[in-house]
């Protein structure tokens, strides 16, 4: 199936997106997470689409070639927005979100706000969101440490110096057995814009203000859609221990799927078996 490369617009912003597989196909969105982009996912993308989905992966709001947010608003619930908009803006009632580290953060939010509309989640590198939130290991609590450095004004700065040295290093660490170069450089030329570089960090940066409120009950909420979760076994940035004891959180059930000998970035490390995994799960769900 060709891939088509293309724009919707959706929830006030103007997406790229990338596009493969029959139009009368059953419609499964792929979202991206940090620092990445949807052509990550092409070696999955193309062989959802043999198989006769319709798969559509968005670039996430304000990473190229998708519109920045003028607002400034990278609220995991206008994340969670955003893929139920682009359901609407393609025209179906219902799709499967498969997403994968903020993408797997916004398939979770946007399965909790409109269920109605989310057929089932299938969700990489990230736990139930509960379990993230209030359950965190202390190995955890480490490898998060990240998350307190973007907020600071010089987070751009530091990531970006040396050709995006910091970045890479990061990123490495969290697959250590993987080659990244050809994901990271995507990434690496839209973080070249600055706003773009500063626009990826507004995620961690309105993490504070996105688990107020509205978006505390969503993230805490059970997951009333089928799920699957996948995790590597050497993730360097969310532990292996984080996936443990939280099948109760799973009100519709959830299919667990730990990827040994990968890292944080599995569908890159791992394609094949991630793209088989998805759709041995999918073939799996009730019609």
Not at 68 to 94: C, F, H, N, Q, W
Not at 99 to 117: K, M, Q
Not at 191 to 199: E, G, I, N, T, Y
Not at 237 to 252: G, N, P
Request: proline share 7%.
């Amino acid at each position: 199936m060709p891939l088509v490369p293309g724009f919707l617009h959706a929830n006030g912003l103007e997406f790229g997106v990338l596009e493969a597989g029959p139009a009368t196909g059953e419609l499964v969105l792929i979202a991206h997470g940090f620092p990445d982009t949807a052509w990550s996912f092409l070696p999955v993308i193309e062989q959802l689409a043999a198989a006769g989905y319709r798969v559509v992966a968005p670039f996430m709001r304000g990473y190229l070639p998708t519109a920045m947010a003028p607002d400034g608003d990278y609220r995991l619930t206008t994340l969670a927005r955003d893929l139920i908009a682009l359901i609407d803006e393609l025209g179906v009632s219902k799709a499967v979100v498969v997403g994968h580290d903020w993408g797997a953060v916004a398939a979770y939010t946007a399965a909790a706000l409109r269920p109605d509309r989310v057929r089932a989640v299938v969700c990489a590198a990230i736990p139930h969101l509960r379990r993230f939130l209030l359950r965190p290991t202390p190995g955890q609590l480490v490898r998060s440490r990240y998350m307190l450095r973007f907020q600071w004004p010089d987070a751009e700065s530091m990531l970006a110096r040396e050709d995006f040295a910091a970045l890479k290093a990061l990123a490495q660490a969290w697959s250590p057995d993987a080659d990244l170069s050809t994901t990271l450089n995507p990434v690496i030329a839209g973080f070249a814009d600055r706003p773009r570089l500063s626009a990826a960090l507004g995620y961690y940066r309105c993490l504070p203000r996105s688990i107020f409120g509205e978006g505390w009950s969503l993230c805490t909420a059970l997951t009333a859609v089928p799920a699957c979760v996948i995790h590597g076994g050497r993730d360097g940035c969310v532990s292996a221990e984080m996936f443990a004891d939280q099948a109760h959180l799973f009100a519709a059930g959830v299919h667990q799927v730990c990827f040994e000998n990968a890292g944080h970035f599995m569908q890159v490390e791992q394609p094949a078996r991630f793209a088989e995994t998805v759709l041995t799960y999918l073939r799996g769900l009730p019609r």
